[in-house]
């Protein structure tokens, strides 16, 4: 069995009508499956819903970004800000991504500081090095 078939507590995120999303928490980290646009009109609720999963439960998070359709430079700077806290918080933030944010995320140049990943397989690893 591996990690993700583990048992876990799943629950639907209550975001925006165009960012939608489920959490997943287990012993040691959390996943979040978000689809949909991250942008500045979805930017608060997410950053306020993140973070206080972040501050709430397990330390270490991936965020499964892989279905996400369009993301602007609000979802950029939420990104950095729930990178830092799992940082301050002694966690990591690994982020799954789709070739779109990943072209995105290279436009600004923050792939080397935003942990980007190819798979949640990819990131588990990642998560179980630390």
Same mark, same amino acid.
């Given at each position: 069995?591996?990690? /993700?078939? *583990?048992?876990?507590? +799943?629950? %639907? ?6 960012? +939608? ?5 287990? *012993?040691?980290?959390? /996943? ?7 942008? =500045?009109?979805?930017?608060? =609720?997410? +950053?306020?819903?993140?973070?206080? $999963?972040?501050? !709430? ?6 965020? !499964?970004?892989?279905?996400? !359709?369009?993301? *602007? ?14 940082? %301050?918080?002694?966690?990591? /933030? ?7 944010? %990943?072209? %995105? ?13 190819? $798979?949640? *397989?990819? =990131?588990?690893?990642?998560? $179980?090095?630390?």
């Amino acid at each position: 069995m591996t990690k /993700l078939e *583990d048992t876990a507590i +799943r629950e %639907t995120l209550a975001l925006t009508v165009s960012l +939608r999303g489920t959490v997943e928490v287990r *012993d040691d980290y959390q /996943l979040f499956r978000l689809t949909g646009q991250l942008d =500045a009109f979805s930017e608060p =609720a997410f +950053r306020k819903v993140l973070g206080k $999963s972040l501050e !709430d439960g397990p330390k270490h998070a991936i965020l !499964d970004l892989s279905k996400i !359709d369009f993301i *602007d430079s609000s979802g950029l700077g939420a990104l950095v800000q729930l990178a830092k806290q799992a940082q %301050t918080n002694k966690g990591s /933030l690994q982020i799954v991504t789709n070739p779109r944010v %990943t072209q %995105t995320v290279k436009l600004v140049r923050l792939e080397n500081f935003l942990a980007l990943q190819p $798979s949640v *397989d990819a =990131a588990l690893s990642n998560i $179980s090095v630390s």
